[in-house]
């Protein structure tokens, strides 16, 4: 049993990728593997738990490159696609019971309506199953580790964070509150969303994550969910205070 925490990163941009379709710019025709970002996505390994925090389209690819495919659940932040589209790839780990999902009711219940076979009283043999877990505000436990959701606004929607004992993960977030500020105040590690260096209506850019960071204080910190408006990932370094880095696919990080 892990008796640290550890996060691999299986996906760090925004919802289109990088390098994003016709897009022409520097950062899309970038040579550095760590400028080319699958959609967010993470493994959190802790207290002998492997938990998917998000399964976007890209989910298949990630997990044939991740150092360790086993998973026991997954958290789902929001309804967005790139947050859930491959929630069908989860069926080869329903082989033997249904796959854990803990999400808001809201999210759940959209899921009926994009995925209906999924959640059918006789299903089609082989699609993917889900046992259904719903959160609210209140802390939860999956397979024994605490999470506590750290409710935040994706501009007028509704979404979570989650603190998992020592991590903080919050992605696609543009307003956080004072209170969950408060409440993450010293956190070892936070890994935190942003987009890119201009302001943007529903994401947190640059300066508003960094403003996030500084009243937070994390012992480190992990920028998340990010576009080709970052910029390049060896410039980052000029751009950031100490303690904090741009993650990147395949970065897995201990605490």
Do not use: W
């Amino acid at each position: 049993m892990l008796t640290t925490l550890e996060i691999e990163f299986l996906g760090t941009g925004t919802s289109t990728g990088v390098p994003m379709l016709r897009c022409k710019c520097p950062v899309c025709y970038s040579n550095d593997p760590r400028d080319h970002r699958l959609r967010t996505s993470a493994i959190v390994r802790y207290q002998g738990a492997r938990i998917l925090i998000d399964c976007g389209p890209d989910f298949r690819t990630q997990m044939l490159r991740a150092s360790d495919d086993n998973l026991d659940a997954v958290l789902l932040t929001h309804i967005h696609y790139d947050h859930v589209a491959g929630l069908d790839d989860l069926r080869t780990y329903c082989f033997e019971r249904p796959f854990p999902v803990y999400a808001r009711a809201d999210v759940l219940d959209n899921l009926h309506k994009r995925i209906p076979y999924c959640f059918a009283t006789n299903p089609y043999p082989g699609v993917a199953q889900f046992e259904e877990h719903i959160i609210d505000d209140k802390p939860f436990l999956v397979e024994g580790v605490r999470v506590e959701p750290l409710p935040v606004m994706h501009y007028k929607l509704p979404i979570y964070g989650f603190r998992i004992g020592p991590l903080a993960y919050i992605t696609d977030a543009k307003v956080i509150g004072d209170d969950v500020v408060e409440r993450l105040k010293g956190v070892p590690l936070l890994v935190i969303n942003s987009l890119r260096i201009e302001e943007h209506l529903s994401h947190m850019c640059l300066d508003e994550t960094l403003d996030i960071i500084n009243r937070v204080k994390p012992g480190r910190a992990y920028l998340i969910h990010m576009s080709d408006g970052m910029g390049f990932h060896a410039d980052s370094p000029r751009r950031l205070p100490p303690g904090v880095e741009l993650a990147y696919d395949g970065l897995i990080v201990k605490v």
